[in-house]
């Protein structure tokens, strides 16, 4: 199983990126689809998730209404849409994938770094 994460980059306060996370090796459809971040410093944690129909998703609290996840399974992709960005939001975004109703994450991407600038 391979999860590729890209998209990430350098945007100034107040932009926007799209995160792209291309699965390979799995049933895509049958796995929940998840975004978490880790910042210098301080732990991993909860972004954004997906069912595997995309009907059901789940944010953080400090998503609002900034960032919004979706999926393409036809394309075996999950996007991140991530707009109004802070410098807060400044950390390596990883995509996970996660069994249906398992309750851990099985597979990890390697991460892409998104940097804020005030």
């Known amino acids: 199983v391979q999860l590729q994460a890209s998209g990430g980059g350098l945007v100034q306060a107040g932009g926007s990126l799209r995160l792209s996370c291309a699965a390979s090796g799995l049933t895509f459809s049958s796995y929940v689809m998840g975004w978490f971040r880790q910042a210098p410093g301080k732990e991993r944690e909860f972004v954004a998730a997906?069912?595997?129909?995309?009907?059901?998703?789940n944010n953080a609290d400090f998503v609002k209404d900034r960032f919004a996840i979706s999926r393409d399974n036809s394309k075996n992709t999950v996007y991140l849409q991530m707009n109004i960005l802070k410098p807060e939001d400044t950390a390596v975004y990883y995509c996970?994938?996660?069994?249906?109703?398992?309750?851990?994450?099985?597979?990890w991407g390697q991460g892409t770094q998104v940097t804020v600038s005030s």
């Open positions: 997906i069912s595997w129909s995309g009907g059901s998703r």
């Open positions: 996970a994938a996660r069994y249906k109703d398992d309750s851990a994450y099985s597979y």
